[in-house]
C-alpha cells in the first residue's frame, strides 16, 4: 500500500506570492490534516479535512486554507507569502480520525522556502 | 496550551545506553502517542498507549503513563545510532481529532 505523498519535496517562492501544496493520502483514508513544523514552534495544526469538509482548524490567519476532493485527496493554499512562512509542511492522513482516535501517517512533507 | 511538553529538548547518550524522554500534558486525554522524526522528514508512528493503561512495550521501546500526574515517559533500550531522531509526543483529548504535538526532544546516539 502506497503511503501518503506530498508534492512538490521542495518549493522556494518570494514574500508576496501564493503556492498549493498536494497531499494523496493512504487508499481509504479519509481524513487528511495539514502541520506546519518550524524551529522554535514545533508542529502547529493547521487544519483537517474529513469527507471534504474542514472538521478541524488550528490558529492560523486567513491566508491558509485548504480543500478535499472527492477522492479524499488534499491541497493547501498559502497566499500573499510572508518570510515567516518558510516551514516544513506535512500532511497526514487516517481512515476516519473519528472515535477510533487511530495513529497518523504522515508524508515527508514539502519544505518551504520565501525570500 | 494543548501541546504536550517533551523533557528534555535535547539528550545525547552513548550507543547501548537506555534513553529517557518525558511528556507532560494539561487535561484528561483519550490515549497518548508517541512519533518519531529523522531530519526533515514526516513523522513515525511509534507507539500509542490509552489513558487506562499503565505501560506499554513494543521492541525496544516503554511507555508508561501517569494520569494522575498527566505525564508519560518513552524509554528507548539499548540504544543505537539509528535511533539517532527527535521524538514528540501527541496526547489526543476526548475533545476532537486533533493531535497537540510539543517541540520534541532531539536524540543524538554517539557510535
Known amino acids: 500500500k502506497a503511503g501518503v505523498t506530498q508534492t512538490p519535496r521542495y518549493l522556494i517562492k518570494t514574500r508576496g506570492q501564493q503556492v498549493t501544496l498536494s497531499c494523496s493520502p493512504i487508499s481509504g483514508h479519509r481524513s487528511v490534516s495539514w502541520y506546519q513544523q518550524t524551529p522554535g514552534q514545533g508542529l502547529q495544526f493547521l487544519f483537517e479535512y474529513f469527507s471534504e469538509t474542514q472538521r478541524n482548524k488550528g490558529n492560523f490567519p486567513g491566508r491558509f486554507s485548504g480543500r478535499q476532493f472527492s477522492n479524499s485527496r488534499s491541497e493547501m493554499n498559502v497566499s500573499t507569502l510572508e518570510l515567516g512562512d518558510s516551514a516544513l509542511y506535512l500532511c497526514?492522513?487516517?481512515?476516519?480520525?473519528?472515535?477510533?482516535?487511530?495513529?497518523?501517517?504522515f508524508g515527508s512533507g514539502t519544505q518551504l522556502s520565501v525570500l | 496550551s494543548q501541546q504536550g511538553e517533551e523533557d528534555p529538548q535535547a539528550l545525547s547518550i552513548q550507543e547501548g545506553e537506555n534513553a529517557t524522554m518525558n511528556c507532560s500534558y494539561k487535561t484528561s486525554i483519550n490515549n497518548l502517542q508517541w512519533y518519531r522524526q529523522n531530519s526533515g522528514r514526516g513523522l513515525v508512528h511509534l507507539i500509542l498507549i490509552r489513558s487506562n493503561e499503565r505501560e506499554k512495550h513494543s521492541g525496544r521501546l516503554r511507555v508508561t503513563l501517569d494520569t494522575s500526574k498527566k505525564s508519560s515517559s518513552l524509554l528507548i533500550t539499548a540504544s543505537r545510532a539509528a535511533d539517532t531522531a527527535s521524538y514528540f509526543c501527541?496526547?489526543?483529548?476526548?475533545?476532537?481529532?486533533?493531535?497537540?504535538f510539543g517541540t520534541g526532544t532531539s536524540l543524538t546516539v554517539i557510535p
Open positions: 501527541a496526547p489526543v483529548y476526548n475533545t476532537g481529532n486533533q493531535f497537540y
Open positions: 497526514a492522513s487516517s481512515l476516519d480520525g473519528g472515535a477510533s482516535w487511530e495513529k497518523l501517517f
